[in-house]
């Protein structure tokens, strides 16, 4: 199984030029994320995601994990990377330090959690989810849910959100876990959940539930849910956990990939009622889960970019190794060429890289404009940072999480047989990655959300200002000239595809919801396709410029962002025509065959 070695020049890159990490440092409160501290930060976390927790990947595959007695056994080697985790501080980077956390911008975290999930993405799930917990008691827990908030920003408890039930899954107004209140100002909580992540474990003392429950009397559908921090151990009065709360893992599931993270099948007051606390007001559930949600979107979005990252490393390893006939413009005679050297494969393992460097600038592009939103001194910047965040979260999500996959499937076959069977681990990276365009929202779900309700934001002026920034891109790439003039026209041509679509989807909306919905994963698809070209496009000009200049001191570094950007636009950017004539294409096709003869 090849090693995973943390590209910290890529990810360097993409901090400085996409997240915009030199103003980043200027933002009230982040003044200590200079490129210095950041650039240490980076290398020293890099060991720990090469040399501790990447090597327990295939063997937490292989193992998985077993419920034994109500207690979840964790795969060899996790118990000790975890605590590597905690005791080095890693798991609250981006947390405000008034938590305990770090208070370091979110793309800096973003640039840790790319490494620890593809070093790992199993295990990684875990700090992934307690911090969406942190999030959610740090906006809406009060001196109640101080202790394990406390626990969770180190890491030394672990948080879970409990959402999904057998009935309630897209639609959590569905949602039947009762809670019913007690004199002594607790609650009690009561129902089954499913498919939780990391809901048993033996990693840690206790475990933080979240769980979405309805109230006596409460409105029906989600207006009615309310959340409770449902620990599974109770605290002592001084603070030590110890009885167990009436909260019991019946289950863990049997799963497609990601096996070393356990997914749970959770009962809840089967005893007479788990001992929980409000957190937030009643009927205000939804909206506090809601608040982690663009980060915890943000996290899947980079699963798919890590996990392509690290079947990328796998799938180029193998195509200098593996020797197979004569590649086409090599010396006759000379031997059977590393498949490498096969036009074919060449654009496999190009198309990956491509695609790897426009997914990771969108990722930390995103997270440079949540930070923005979060820290930004001027009301007004902060408010249109909000807007264009809303408008990227579901392409980051669903954008990064398709490609994931896809891009674990050309990994695999670059390994041709090798990649079908287990032995070299390309084969797990594609299990691993196809969960993630079905959780935290489905891929279908977020597309539908981004053309009924972010599109339409302001009147289509949140997408028209995005439009307005592509065009001028376009225009400058051209103008330059050279090598980047095709990048430039085809850019144009795409942005032009893209604006045809969302007119057509502002036109058609009002009237017609469900023809827009019909084309709405093209027209997501579309979306993610053009703005990573133009992120390429936008470095490559900057890139172009400095080499003119000459005196470069990694001069083949900068060319190569020339020769990505420009294959990236010759191969990607003209299959926007297609996409756009996808999203208009309207609701009357896709009925066209009757369910009875599907
Ligand atoms: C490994 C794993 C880990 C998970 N971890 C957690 C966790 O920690 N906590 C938690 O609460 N949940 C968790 N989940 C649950 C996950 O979030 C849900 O599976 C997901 O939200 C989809 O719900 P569902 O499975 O009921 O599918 P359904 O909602 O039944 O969807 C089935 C299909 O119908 C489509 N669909 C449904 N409704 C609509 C609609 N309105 N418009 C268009 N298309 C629609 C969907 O896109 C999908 O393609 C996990 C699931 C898995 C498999």
């Not at 995973?4 to 020049?9: F, G, K, T």
């Not at 798919?304 to 390893?317: D, K, P, V």
């Amino acid at each position: 199984v090849a090693d995973y070695s943390a590209p910290l020049d890529d990810i360097t890159f993409a901090l400085v030029h996409h997240a915009g990490l030199a103003e980043l440092a200027e933002l009230p409160g982040y003044e200590h994320a200079d490129a210095e501290v950041v650039s240490s930060l980076l290398m020293e976390f890099s060991k720990l995601a090469g040399e501790v927790i990447a090597p327990t990947n295939a063997a937490g595959d292989r193992q998985g994990v077993h419920l034994e007695a109500g207690i979840v056994r964790t795969p060899g080697g996790f118990a000790d990377a975890y605590r590597q985790l905690v005791d080095g501080g890693w798991l609250a980077v981006d947390v405000a330090e008034e938590y305990g956390g770090a208070g370091f911008p979110v793309a800096v975290a973003v640039a840790l959690e790319e490494m620890r999930t593809a070093a790992n993405m199993a295990l990684s799930l875990c700090p992934m989810l307690t911090h969406g917990a942190v999030e959610l008691l740090a906006a809406y827990g009060d001196d109640t849910h101080r202790p394990y908030l406390e626990k969770l920003v180190t890491g030394e408890w672990t948080g879970t959100m409990c959402l999904t039930e057998p009935d309630a899954g897209s639609d959590l107004g569905a949602v039947r876990a009762a809670a019913t209140p007690v004199e002594d100002g607790t609650w009690r909580v009561s129902g089954a959940k499913i498919f939780i992540t990391w809901g048993e474990h033996d990693l840690a003392e206790n475990i933080v539930h979240l769980v979405l429950a309805r109230t006596p009397g409460a409105p029906a559908g989600s207006k009615g849910l309310s959340c409770f921090l449902v620990p599974k151990r109770a605290l002592d009065a001084d603070g030590t956990p110890s009885a167990r709360n009436d909260v019991t893992c019946i289950a863990v599931e049997d799963k497609l990939g990601i096996h070393a993270s356990p997914t749970c099948v959770l009962s809840f007051g089967e005893g007479g009622g788990a001992v929980g606390y409000l957190i937030g007001e009643v009927g205000g559930g939804l909206r506090a889960m809601f608040t982690m949600m663009n980060r915890a979107r943000l996290s899947v979005g980079v699963e798919g970019l890590a996990i392509a990252e690290r079947a990328y490393q796998a799938a180029r390893a193998h195509a200098v190794e593996r020797r197979q006939g004569h590649a086409l413009g090599t010396e006759p005679g000379a031997g059977p060429s590393p498949i490498v050297e096969h036009a074919d494969v060449r654009r496999m393992l190009l198309t990956m890289r491509a695609r790897i460097e426009a997914m990771r600038a969108l990722v930390y592009g995103t997270a440079g404009v949540i930070d923005r939103s979060r820290a930004h001194p001027d009301a007004t910047a902060r408010v249109a940072a909000e807007e264009r965040v809303r408008l990227l979260i579901p392409v980051v999500k669903s954008w990064c999480t398709d490609l994931g996959v896809e891009l674990a499937s050309l990994g695999l076959q670059v390994h041709g047989g090798m990649g079908y069977v287990e032995e070299t681990g390309a084969a797990q990276h594609y299990r691993d990655a196809r969960i993630a365009p079905i959780y935290e929202g489905t891929n279908g779900i977020q597309a539908d959300d981004l053309v009924r309700r972010t599109v339409p934001l302001a009147g289509g002026a949140v997408v028209g200002e995005v439009l307005d920034e592509l065009r001028a891109l376009a225009e400058a790439v051209t103008g330059a000239g050279g090598p980047l003039e095709d990048v430039g026209v085809r850019l144009g041509e795409a942005v032009g595809a893209l604006a045809r679509a969302t007119r057509w989807l502002l036109d058609v909306l009002p009237e017609h919801p469900r023809a827009a919905a019909a084309g709405s994963s093209a027209y997501l698809r579309l979306l993610g396709d053009v703005l990573g070209g133009a992120a390429l496009a936008r470095v490559a000009l900057a890139t172009q410029a400095r080499l003119a200049g000459g005196l470069e001191p990694d001069a083949g570094f900068l060319e190569d962002r020339v020769a990505v950007a420009r294959f990236y636009a010759a191969t990607v950017l003209p299959l926007a025509s297609g996409l756009a004539a996808a999203a208009t294409s309207g609701d009357g096709l896709v009925f066209a065959v009757p369910f009875e003869r599907l």
